[in-house]
């Protein structure tokens, strides 16, 4: 049986047995939330033995290169010493301010620490003090001072109600990260771009709409944001204003259930799909609700998006 060893404990891995499994099995308290290897909340450290190449999909060549691994997939072949993440990926903070954008959507924003490099649309594991990680995507752009995120209330949410609950500006909290690919990347500013999700989806979307917008992106950019119901459609006048202000920019709510002015009835993924029925040398974004977010791919893909210009991140829930 391979060992796990970490800060001098030995942790025997049952057979299959991911390195995350043992070590909670164990008894230690590892930040994790998807179990999936998507989130990020379970970023560990090699400090001896080898990490199959699954582990560190995903990360950056430096991190793989510092031996970083998400311990929820790592399911090594011999012994592995582990240690905590504990320089630039993982960064002490604290909660600037908080406060509600709609009455299920509470937008955070987190003092940005010095070190911590980002792109807007990109997301980090947020960890509290009891230890409990979450991720949530970026909606706010380098050098604004904070980190903003867009954090969906759950009624029976853990972190969410956390943060509703017991949190309070000045609080400190710790991230991970950042992760993910979703964040726009200068070099083709002619290009058209689709931007699409559901409910918090428009936090990443958000955070890359004003991001190719600073940096001059002059293509068409058609943002479209999903709802259940109208009241779960937020920051509705800042993306009409800059629908207004930018001819390039075209602004599309939808919702499922209701009716009103300048709001569309219908699922995201026939309706956002109406209206561009070639998507032949299009970027696509695409977030939120998994399955919606896996549909949005397929159909993108279908209508002519290569598979490199589509970039997607579906807000698993922890596992
Ligand atoms: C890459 C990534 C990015 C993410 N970005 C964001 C983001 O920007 N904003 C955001 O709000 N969330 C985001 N999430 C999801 C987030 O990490 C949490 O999973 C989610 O907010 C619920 O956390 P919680 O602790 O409040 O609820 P939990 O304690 O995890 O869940 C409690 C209960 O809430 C309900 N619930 C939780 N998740 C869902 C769901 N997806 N659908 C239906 N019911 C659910 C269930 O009833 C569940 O039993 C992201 C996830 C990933 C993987
Ligand atoms: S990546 Fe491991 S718990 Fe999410």
């Given at each position: 049986?391979?060992?796990?060893?970490?800060?001098?404990?030995?942790?025997?891995?049952?057979?299959?047995?991911?390195?995350?499994?043992?070590?909670?099995?164990g008894g230690v308290a590892v930040p994790?939330?998807?179990?999936?290897?998507?989130?990020?909340?379970?970023?560990?450290?090699?400090?001896?033995?080898?990490?199959?190449?699954?582990?560190q999909a995903g990360l950056k060549d430096?991190?793989?290169?510092?031996?970083?691994?998400?311990?929820?997939?790592?399911?090594?072949?011999?012994?592995?010493?582990?240690?905590?993440?504990?320089?630039?990926?993982?960064?002490?903070?604290?909660?600037?301010?908080?406060?509600?954008?709609?009455?299920?959507?509470?937008?955070?924003?987190?003092?940005?620490?010095?070190?911590?490099?980002?792109?807007?649309?990109?997301?980090?594991?947020?960890?509290?003090?009891?230890?409990?990680?979450?991720?949530?995507?970026?909606?706010?752009?380098?050098?604004?001072?904070?980190?903003?995120?867009?954090?969906?209330?759950?009624?029976?949410?853990?972190?969410?109600?956390?943060?509703?609950?017991?949190?309070?500006?000045?609080?400190?909290?710790?991230?991970?990260g950042p992760f993910g690919a979703c964040?726009?990347?200068?070099?083709?500013?002619?290009?058209?771009?689709?931007?699409?999700?559901?409910?918090?989806?428009?936090?990443?979307?958000?955070?890359?709409?004003?991001?190719?917008?600073?940096?001059?992106?002059?293509?068409?950019?058609?943002?479209?944001?999903?709802?259940?119901?109208?009241?779960?459609?937020?920051?509705?006048?800042?993306?009409?204003?800059?629908?207004?202000?930018?001819?390039?920019?075209?602004?599309?709510?939808?919702?499922?259930?209701?009716?009103?002015?300048?709001?569309?009835?219908?699922?995201?993924?026939?309706?956002?799909?109406?209206?561009?029925?070639?998507?032949?040398?299009?970027?696509?974004?695409?977030?939120?609700?998994?399955?919606?977010?896996?549909?949005?791919?397929?159909?993108?893909?279908?209508?002519?998006?290569?598979?490199?210009?589509?970039?997607?991140?579906?807000?698993?829930?922890?596992?």
């Amino acid at each position: 049986m391979a060992a796990v060893t970490l800060d001098a404990a030995v942790h025997q891995r049952q057979e299959g047995e991911s390195v995350l499994d043992a070590l909670l099995r164990g008894g230690v308290a590892v930040p994790h939330s998807c179990k999936s290897g998507v989130c990020g909340s379970c970023l560990m450290r090699a400090a001896e033995g080898t990490v199959p190449a699954r582990a560190q999909a995903g990360l950056k060549d430096s991190w793989k290169a510092r031996g970083y691994f998400l311990a929820c997939v790592c399911v090594p072949e011999g012994d592995l010493r582990v240690a905590s993440v504990d320089d630039g990926a993982v960064a002490g903070t604290t909660i600037h301010a908080l406060d509600y954008v709609t009455p299920d959507v509470l937008r955070v924003r987190l003092a940005a620490p010095p070190g911590f490099e980002f792109q807007a649309g990109q997301y980090l594991s947020l960890r509290n003090s009891d230890g409990l990680a979450r991720s949530y995507s970026i909606a706010s752009l380098p050098g604004e001072g904070f980190i903003e995120l867009h954090v969906r209330v759950y009624a029976e949410g853990k972190m969410s109600g956390w943060l509703t609950r017991d949190a309070k500006p000045g609080q400190s909290v710790t991230i991970a990260g950042p992760f993910g690919a979703c964040f726009y990347v200068p070099g083709r500013p002619d290009q058209p771009m689709l931007l699409a999700g559901t409910g918090t989806g428009l936090s990443p979307l958000y955070g890359v709409l004003r991001a190719a917008l600073e940096a001059g992106h002059q293509g068409p950019i058609h943002i479209v944001h999903g709802a259940v119901r109208i009241a779960g459609l937020y920051l509705r006048e800042e993306l009409r204003a800059i629908s207004i202000s930018r001819d390039n920019v075209a602004y599309r709510a939808v919702v499922l259930d209701g009716a009103a002015p300048d709001v569309e009835t219908g699922p995201i993924d026939k309706l956002a799909f109406a209206g561009n029925a070639k998507l032949t040398g299009w970027r696509a974004f695409l977030c939120g609700d998994p399955v919606l977010v896996q549909v949005m791919r397929k159909k993108a893909f279908l209508a002519g998006a290569a598979m490199h210009d589509i970039h997607a991140d579906s807000f698993l829930p922890a596992g």
